[in-house]
């Protein structure tokens, strides 16, 4: 390869986000030649940060949890363990422009949108939700029929279909119960949640500092445009072609798809997964909202279905003393609210904001900035278990490591730090030191 560092084995690592990031740190420090390709003049991937006033700023909210263990096991590695500081966090709800505590039994009791029967309902039954789904084959059982039988229909409509259902769209019923039972066990009641100090850009910068203090390249502004392989794998970048003995694939399979050349596509996995995207809006407020760090937002006549407000996990200095709210609305990337521009958005989701909190006014809102992904959620259909597809793409030279292949686990960093883990350790993916 071009950049090679070294002699011996080389391999290329497609893409810079989280998954790319801690590939290449795993190989690099095992003493094999990595190069990471990341297309985009930053790395992060959907974690990464712009440069806001004299601060960087992730575009999408982002929190570490306590059960995280293969990411709190990379801090560890890179001496950052302690850098997060936890802190206890409170969730509300706002149902119809009510704005509703969601955290303790009284506060449920009190949540008037649902009839007090449903209240017990609710309590009891998501006390046991995870005994419930233990034992059971929740891959082959859809989110909708598990969830209605346990809770009721009024509690799916009024509720679950709105809360949980905003990670998926109309699909979310269709999902695999799996996978929201497996998000229970990683979130479950856990009120605690973890920030970087120096944000994920602190993370980001010791992953390529190890990267590059091990012998390994990092290229950003090296988007992959064609791969092919053969003994080894051909990677075609604009001006130059690179070779590398193998390589792993971050990339979202359909980009993937779109860069394989005729002899690789027919190879990669047949599975066909829908992606979800996200559009999201940043706030910087002068003032904070609320004592909450995520509030969802049912039926209240918003584009965003949730909200996300860092002060109570980071507190206000990262952002220069200003309070950062994010709002959000996971939606298919053909949407017409994908599509819109950003200066749109900003206007109709302040708006939004404002009527949401009137206790807010336009002068408190100091900055907002809009972001957009494409591909953040595969939409996984029942049965995903036994389809997943390998790592590995037989017969040929390259491992493939995205957020298809890390379900039942929630795409997290913590999943895409085991998945990273997991395809270095593969047979075929596995370092080969160089000898001597
Ligand atoms: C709104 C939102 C909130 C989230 N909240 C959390 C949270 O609180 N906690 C948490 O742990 N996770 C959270 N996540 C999920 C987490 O960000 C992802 O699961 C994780 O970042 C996926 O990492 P990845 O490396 O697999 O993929 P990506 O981050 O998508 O990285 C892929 C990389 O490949 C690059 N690329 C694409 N095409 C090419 C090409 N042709 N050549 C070279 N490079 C290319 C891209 O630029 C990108 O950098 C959130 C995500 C979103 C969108």
């Avoid at 422009?97 to 998501?126: E, K, Y």
């Avoid at 509720?159 to 479950?188: C, I, N």
């Avoid at 359909?254 to 995207?277: F, H, I, M, N, S």
Wanted: glycine share 12%; aromatic share 8%.
């Amino acid at each position: 390869m071009a950049a090679a560092p070294r002699a011996g084995e080389h391999v290329a690592v497609v893409g810079g986000g989280i998954c790319g990031l801690a590939a290449a740190h795993r190989l690099a420090r095992s003493g094999t030649g990595v190069t990471l390709l990341e297309g985009s003049d930053r790395l992060g991937g959907l974690g990464t940060f712009f440069p806001w006033r004299d601060r960087w700023v992730e575009r999408f909210y982002h929190c570490v949890m306590p059960s995280d263990e293969h990411l709190l096991g990379l801090l560890d590695e890179l001496g950052l363990r302690s850098s997060i500081r936890w802190s206890p966090t409170r969730m509300g709800m706002v149902v119809a422009g009510r704005h509703h505590p969601f955290n303790t039994a009284l506060d449920l009791l009190r949540f008037t949108p649902l009839g007090l029967p449903d209240r017990v309902r609710f309590g009891v039954v998501t006390l046991l939700l995870r005994r419930l789904g233990r034992g059971r084959d929740l891959d082959a059982v859809r989110t909708e029929d598990w969830l209605r039988g346990l809770y009721g229909d009024r509690v799916w409509e009024l509720l679950l279909a709105p809360l949980f259902g905003a990670k998926f769209g109309a699909r979310f019923g269709d999902v695999p119960a799996l996978y929201l039972w497996q998000r229970l066990g990683r979130e479950g009641a856990v009120s605690v949640r973890g920030y970087p100090e120096g944000g994920y850009r602190a993370v980001v910068d010791a992953l390529r500092a190890s990267i590059e203090a091990h012998g390994g390249v990092v290229r950003l502004g090296a988007p992959v445009r064609r791969i092919g392989v053969g003994d080894g794998v051909r990677l075609e970048l604009p001006g130059e072609v690179l070779t590398a003995d193998r390589a792993i694939s971050t990339l979202p399979l359909p980009q993937l798809r779109q860069v394989a050349d005729e002899d690789l596509a027919p190879r990669l996995p047949e599975v066909e997964l829908p992606y979800q995207g996200v559009v999201n809006a940043l706030f910087f407020l002068r003032r904070p909202l609320s004592g909450h760090y995520w509030t969802p937002v049912v039926r209240s006549g918003t584009d965003f279905d949730g909200l996300v407000q860092m002060t109570p996990l980071a507190g206000v200095e990262p952002y220069a003393g200003r309070h950062l709210v994010y709002a959000m609305r996971y939606t298919d990337r053909g949407s017409a609210l994908f599509a819109e521009d950003d200066a749109a958005v900003a206007e109709r989701w302040t708006a939004q904001l404002l009527a949401l909190h009137p206790g807010l006014g336009r002068e408190d809102v100091e900055d907002v900035r809009v972001f957009r992904a494409p591909f953040v959620e595969p939409v996984y259909p029942l049965g995903y278990l036994a389809r997943r597809p390998p790592v590995v793409v037989a017969g040929t030279p390259l491992l493939l490591a995205t957020t298809a292949h890390v379900y039942p686990d929630v795409t997290s960093w913590n999943s895409s730090v085991g998945l990273a883990n997991r395809v270095v350790a593969t047979p075929a993916g596995a370092p080969r030191p160089v000898p001597g």
